[in-house]
């Protein structure tokens, strides 16, 4: 069964560096979404992209992020100058249509620690 | 705003026994979708059942089965003949129908299996 493939699977870096989270959705999907997930807490949206455009996101996505579909297969995550607490594990999820009731599909996620 | 809420962060059940999971969702809207999201140790989230609000018959998905409640705004899983390969992170999560593509999750139950 098509998965959805994330890269890489644990990510450490320096506040305020950048940091780049790539995800393959699956093929014939149009709809791609990033979570995120702090240790302990309930998975929260971030964004939803289709058509090579932002479509919606949440107030957590902020000036310091931004989402790219740099080919026909990437979808990726940069946070431009990382935080402490932008640790936390990022999952990113496709559909093949964005109506309500086709399911998003999940990969493993990235843990992303900020030291 | 919709929110979900799962208020039990841990259950256990015997394998071969069954158990139920409670989900409670408060919101404004009258069309939605509702999911059951399993989160093994492996991480990946995989999709366990959906429910369409508009639809009294509750969904089945061979051992797991739901019971919605629509105007208690209520919606538990139900996992008959537990068997080992069910532990795992159980995620409640909202979807509306009015072009509103992100999912909202609840905090999760983490679910064991007592061989």
């Known amino acids: 069964e098509p998965e959805v493939t994330q890269t890489p699977s644990h990510q450490v870096t320096q506040m305020g560096q950048e940091v780049i989270l790539r995800c393959v959705p699956i093929?014939?999907?149009?709809?791609f979404y990033w979570y995120r997930q702090i240790l302990g807490q309930k998975v929260e949206f971030l964004v939803s992209?289709?058509?090579?455009?932002?479509?919606?996101k949440s107030e957590i996505f902020d000036d310091q992020f931004s989402v790219e579909r740099p080919d026909g297969s990437n979808f990726t995550l940069k946070i431009r100058s990382t935080k402490l607490e932008d640790s936390a594990m990022y999952f990113c999820?496709?559909?093949?249509?964005?109506?309500?009731?086709?399911?998003?599909?999940f990969g493993d996620g990235t843990r992303l620690s900020i030291l | 705003a919709q929110t979900v809420t799962q208020s039990q962060p841990e259950m256990s059940v015997q394998e071969a026994e069954t158990v139920t999971l409670s989900c409670t969702y408060d919101t404004s809207e009258s069309d939605y979708y509702l999911f059951w999201y399993k989160q093994p140790p492996s991480r990946q989230m995989i999709l366990v059942i959906r429910?369409?609000?508009?639809?009294?018959q509750n969904a089945t998905e061979n051992r797991f089965s739901v019971n919605f409640q629509k105007a208690a705004k209520s919606f538990s899983l139900k996992i008959s003949d537990s068997q080992l390969g069910d532990a795992a992170m159980y995620f409640c999560a909202y979807i509306s129908n009015f072009g509103n593509e992100k999912l909202t999750f609840g905090t999760g139950t983490r679910l064991t299996i007592i061989p």
């Open positions: 999820a496709s559909s093949e249509e964005g109506i309500s009731n086709q399911p998003q599909h």
């Open positions: 429910q369409e609000a508009y639809k009294q």
């Open positions: 093929s014939n999907h149009l709809y």
């Open positions: 992209f289709y058509n090579n455009e932002i479509s919606e």
